[in-house]
């Protein structure tokens, strides 16, 4: 028969209550108790979840993820780079999403906390240093595009600024000087990085009209709506990620608004539907294979137990991919006719 939290608790003598305390590591327990809890654990080859293999100094095999959102292309495809890159190292994902809430991260830190081997944190709305002070890791983690200061935090990150200001020069080269900028949300880093990349890298000759925005195909639609309206019109709009500038690029389309030739649209982030959009976005590819398998490459290190120091986290340069919705002959015969 499979051994119960019973039979541990007979075996041990002591209460089920205890047994419990000891494997969830919830409350106190005397010295004592929790040999003889461990001890009956052993002796039973009781494990019923990963908690209990941690505390009998087993491995679970399994990181735990959480990301701002699982929803959307750029984070299914994420989410299939991190699972391809631990399945090679022999661990599974368990994933869950903060919503971009602090207190949705907190409740899903808690649940997997004690339950995975290490953890990867994506959370742009937060710092490394504030998610520390929020939570306390019993395991190695790594942050993904995320802020921190601290040098002894690993912290995998994409160049959001540079691959920015490439869209900045990009639209500047081909003569824009009135620009619509829909942005991210307002406490997200990356959103943050990208707008002050673009800003940078401006000429003062271009006028940025700006947008609020949340990184969402609704916002892009909406947003594009309220520009078409403006007198006179920009000649670009430029969305802080792939989703937005698809719903706004739906939305000229639907308005019978001809791209690049009257609005220009670029995005970030090159997802595939970018690639195969009608007519195709220019974007800026972020390489989302190597940020998940250079994650998952940190993390198995520091569950090997290598010093944090040890181990280099770059800044992952971002490439421009210029396509047919920004394309250089179409937007030059416009300003030509103005």
């Known amino acids: 028969m499979i051994p119960t939290v019973h039979d541990v ?3 041990a003598k002591v209460s089920i209550s205890t047994v419990s305390r000891v494997i969830n590591d919830s409350a106190p327990v005397s010295a004592d108790k929790k040999e003889r809890v461990v001890a009956a654990i052993k002796a039973l080859k009781f494990t019923p979840n990963p908690a209990a293999r941690r505390l009998l100094g087993q491995a679970s095999r399994t990181i735990g993820v959480i990301l701002p959102s699982i929803t959307g292309e750029f984070f299914a495809d994420l989410l299939y780079g991190l699972d391809a890159a631990a399945k090679q190292h022999d661990y599974l994902l368990m994933v869950s999403s903060s919503r971009r809430l602090e207190i949705d991260f907190i409740a899903a830190f808690e649940s997997m906390n004690r339950r995975v081997d290490g953890m990867i944190i994506m959370v742009p709305e937060l710092t490394a240093e504030r998610v520390l002070s929020l939570v306390n890791p019993v395991f190695p983690f790594v942050f993904l595009n995320t802020k921190s200061e601290d040098e002894k935090i690993n912290v995998v990150n994409f160049d959001n600024r540079g691959g920015m200001a ?4 990009h639209l500047s080269d081909l003569g824009h000087t009135r620009v619509a900028f829909i942005n991210g949300p307002d406490d ?6 990208r707008r ?3 800003l940078e890298a401006a000429p003062s000759e271009l006028e940025v009209l700006e947008y609020p925005g949340d990184f969402t195909f609704e916002c892009g639609y909406d947003s594009a709506q309220k520009i078409l309206r403006l007198q006179p019109r920009p000649t670009a709009i430029v969305a802080t990620n792939d989703l937005g500038a698809l719903g706004a690029l739906r939305a000229l ?3 019978g608004i001809s791209i690049p030739q009257e609005i220009a649209i670029t995005g970030f982030d090159g997802t595939g539907s970018a690639h195969f959009a009608t007519p195709s976005l220019t974007t800026v590819d972020v390489p989302i294979d190597m940020l998940a398998s250079k994650a998952v490459e940190i993390l198995i290190s520091r569950i090997a137990g290598v010093p944090v120091d040890e181990l280099h986290c770059p800044v992952m340069p971002l490439e421009l991919i210029p396509r047919e919705s920004s394309a250089r002959k179409n937007v030059s015969s416009l300003l030509a006719g103005m």
Request: charged share 20%; proline share 0%; net charge neutral.
């Open 188 to 193: 997200a880093f990356d959103a943050q990085q």
């Open 166 to 169: 490439s869209i900045a020069r």
């Open 253 to 255: 389309l639907e308005n």
């Open 9 to 11: 608790a007979r075996h």
């Open 196 to 198: 002050q990349g673009f």
